[in-house]
């Protein structure tokens, strides 16, 4: 490691004391962003790179809720308002046992950079929760969701934060945060995004995140002449992100042969295709069972306690969560041939994996670009919440589609390195940082 960077890790390490995640996703960084400071001293004198690692404002509060049973349940819950230099705070929340402040810490900090990628006005922000909603029934959930939101609701707002959903907040949890909202302040605004169609959502929300990453995927291909069509698909999870990665995927014409949760994957020889796709929907989004339920349907196998990267393919989307590839699983992913890695999930490959994929020279393209097409879409929700009026669906996925576009070219500009490769983690990070950078210096010392 670079000097400087150890120098500055030393400092975040000693600020935020064992947020692992939170020094990981700040290393990453620091280590593309350092020698691109040191060539440009503005940035350097004006410590935006401290700044930068400082949340704004860090919420943390008590969420206690009766249960079905009338016990009393206390869980925490969690704002972090990490940078609005280029628009109101924007990013999801997540409602997860391991949620604590290290892992939003990194969310939020991840955010910044992804939002500025959209080129959407948004700054960066993430919360969320460590209650689990695996198991509760639906009335339990509605009565978290109000206790939290009773307490949010003054720390958010239309023009102050938005935020959207994340690993397990879907439609519905989004819905019950809505309602609660709009009760305690009387006003029906876009304070939140991914919401139904019915009151203000946005067509394409849901795919969006799914869609962008597999576009993204695309869109690397296309630098070397090639394409998804063809092509064998890993995808870790089966939740909102992998759901539309996979329907992308097949309707580009790839074969997706995984998918997986928490217990385990299943490996569909076949491919999982359209009609198994929404045995997979209904099951995940409407029985919320578990995904080894697909072998009592279709012909597969189902390796429990285990990932899928071991399965030979050609590409790789991780669509779970963070840190679910490691070295190994990285030098496995190479060896079998896999020449493109398309990152839906946030922080998905551990740094040694990052390390192998770029020495391997493959396309590598990480979560803060690619899997940006959700918060891009929820920024397309804004833009439809404030003018009141709804478009198309047609008209979000063009937009979508070119963000993602976009997003590639920022990278690619940022990103290519003297042999040519191209290092999307350096374009993602430098194309990030400058757009918030320069912002602000134009707004002086906050
Ligand atoms: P969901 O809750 O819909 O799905 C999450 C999926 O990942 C489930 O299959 C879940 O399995 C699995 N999973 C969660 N935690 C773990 C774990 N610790 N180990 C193994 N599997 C796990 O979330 P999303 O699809 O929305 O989010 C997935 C990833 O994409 C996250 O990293 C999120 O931050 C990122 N992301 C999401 C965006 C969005 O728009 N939703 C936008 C950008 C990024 P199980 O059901 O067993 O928990």
């Not at 704004?56 to 009338?70: A, S, Y």
């Not at 819950?77 to 409602?95: C, H, Q, T, V, W």
Request: charged letters at 25%; glycine letters at 12%.
């Amino acid at each position: 490691m670079n000097q400087r960077v150890s120098q500055f890790m030393a400092t975040i390490k000693a600020k935020n004391p064992g947020e692992n995640e939170y020094h990981q996703a700040v290393q990453e960084v620091a280590e593309s962003l350092i020698p691109f400071i040191e060539e440009n001293p503005k940035y350097k004198q004006a410590k935006i790179l401290e700044r930068i690692a400082e949340p704004e404002r860090t919420i943390i509060f008590r969420v206690p809720w009766l249960d079905d049973k009338g016990e009393i349940q206390i869980n925490r819950g969690f704002r972090i308002e990490m940078n609005s230099a280029i628009g109101p705070y924007k990013g999801g929340l997540r409602f997860h046992p391991t949620v604590n402040l290290g892992i939003l810490k990194f969310l939020a900090f991840e955010q910044v950079f992804k939002n500025s990628l959209t080129t959407l006005p948004m700054g960066g922000g993430k919360g969320g929760s460590d209650f689990d909603p695996k198991g509760k029934s639906d009335n339990e959930v509605m009565r978290f969701c109000q206790s939290f939101m009773t307490e949010l609701y003054r720390h958010i707002g239309a023009d102050t934060d938005v935020p959207a959903g994340d690993i397990g907040v879907g439609g519905r949890e989004i819905g019950y945060l809505f309602g609660q909202y709009k009760r305690l302040k009387n006003e029906f605004t876009g304070v939140l995004t991914g919401k139904g169609i019915e009151w203000g959502g946005s067509l394409i929300r849901p795919e969006a995140t799914g869609y962008g990453a597999t576009y993204f995927a695309e869109e690397m291909l296309s630098t070397r002449g090639d394409g998804i069509k063809g092509k064998t698909v890993c995808i870790s999870g089966s939740g909102n992100v992998a759901q539309y990665a996979a329907e992308k995927v097949t309707q580009l014409g790839g074969k997706v042969v995984t998918m997986s949760d928490s217990d385990g994957f299943i490996y569909d020889t076949e491919g999982i295709d359209s009609g198994k796709l929404n045995f997979v929907m209904e099951l995940k989004n409407v029985k919320r069972g578990r995904i080894k339920e697909y072998t009592t349907k279709y012909k597969a196998e189902y390796h429990e306690g285990k990932r899928p990267w071991g399965i030979k393919c050609d590409i790789a989307m991780p669509n779970a969560t963070q840190n679910e590839i490691d070295a190994a699983d990285a030098k496995t992913l190479v060896k079998n041939g896999c020449i493109c890695v398309s990152e839906g999930a946030n922080m998905p490959s551990t740094p040694e994996a990052v390390e192998v994929f770029l020495n391997a020279k493959i396309l590598y393209g990480p979560g803060k670009a690619a899997n940006a097409g959700g918060v891009a879409t929820s920024g397309l929700e804004m833009t439809q919440n404030s003018m009141r009026l709804p478009w198309s669906r047609e008209e979000v996925d063009e937009r979508l589609h070119i963000i993602m576009q976009n997003i590639h070219k920022t990278c690619v500009r940022y990103g290519t390195g003297k042999d040519g490769y191209i290092n999307y983690v350096n374009g993602a990070n430098i194309g990030g940082f400058v757009k918030v950078a320069n912002a602000m210096l134009a707004q002086g010392l906050v």
